[in-house]
């Protein structure tokens, strides 16, 4: 599937991982205007809707991640509405299917050549191969993982969401053009938190990853311009 020709997207997307408006606004006010994109998830969403994402873009490429994931159907309209805040990617769950993706793929079509490009979940960086098992579903989570990803790009997907471990055997399957995005990211100098499955992001960007997305390394740092231009320094 060809991709609309865009101005190069930056390499890190800092995820705001905020409910209100005015706290989302006041991080990105602490980041500057350089170097980075926008993630905004689920939370965000929930509380202020598409009128709340224009509020606090200020033009910045958007990355809206809201894992979209129920009958292809449901997820069509879903894409559709959430293509009003023209977000430049927008997720949906791998594991919702072959139809749910094509559906997905259908509808942000019809947004013509601004469409966004759609990032299939493949495993969740929360999840290790414990946690698969406990779900029924089939591990390792490296192997899950690229199972998804084969079916995400076969049913029109744009990328897809990895675990930075998975980055050089899922390039190697899926060839160039197909995007690679990593949470999970964690610079040596920030706590791991709730993520099993981190990589600092040099080591990211070495294996290919096309983009990172990193919160709470930079939006809860003393400092976070000071710790955004730690990272774009080491991956420079």
């Known amino acids: 599937m060809s991709q609309p020709a865009s101005p190069p997207l930056p390499r890190v997307f800092v995820a705001i991982d905020r409910m209100r408006t005015d706290d989302a606004a006041a991080d990105l006010a602490r980041l ?72 997905a793929r259908d509808a942000a079509a019809q947004s013509g050549p601004d469409r966004p490009l759609l990032l299939a979940i493949t495993v969740l960086t929360s999840l290790d191969d414990a946690d698969l098992d406990a779900t029924g579903q089939r591990g390792p989570a490296g192997e899950q993982a690229l199972r998804l990803a084969m079916l995400a790009r076969e049913a029109g997907a744009d990328g897809v969401v990895c675990s930075a471990h998975e980055i050089e055997r899922l390039r190697k399957a899926v060839g160039p053009g197909f995007k690679l995005v990593v949470p999970g990211i964690r610079p040596e100098w920030a706590a791991a938190g709730d993520q099993k499955r981190v990589m600092t992001p040099r080591e990211a960007v070495d294996l290919g990853a096309d983009h990172l997305v990193i919160g709470r390394p930079i939006t809860q740092a003393a400092d976070p311009k000071a710790a955004l231009a730690r990272i774009l320094a080491e991956i420079a």
Do not use: Q, W
């Open 32 to 103: 500057g205007t350089e170097g980075f994109a926008l993630k905004l998830g689920l939370e965000f969403f929930v509380a202020n809707g598409p009128d709340g994402v224009r509020k606090v873009t200020g033009g910045r490429p958007l990355f809206l991640d809201l894992k979209l994931h129920d009958i292809p159907n449901t997820v069509a309209g879903g894409v559709k509405a959430a293509a009003l805040c023209h977000p430049r990617f927008l997720t949906i769950h791998a594991s919702g299917g072959r139809a749910m993706i094509a559906a």
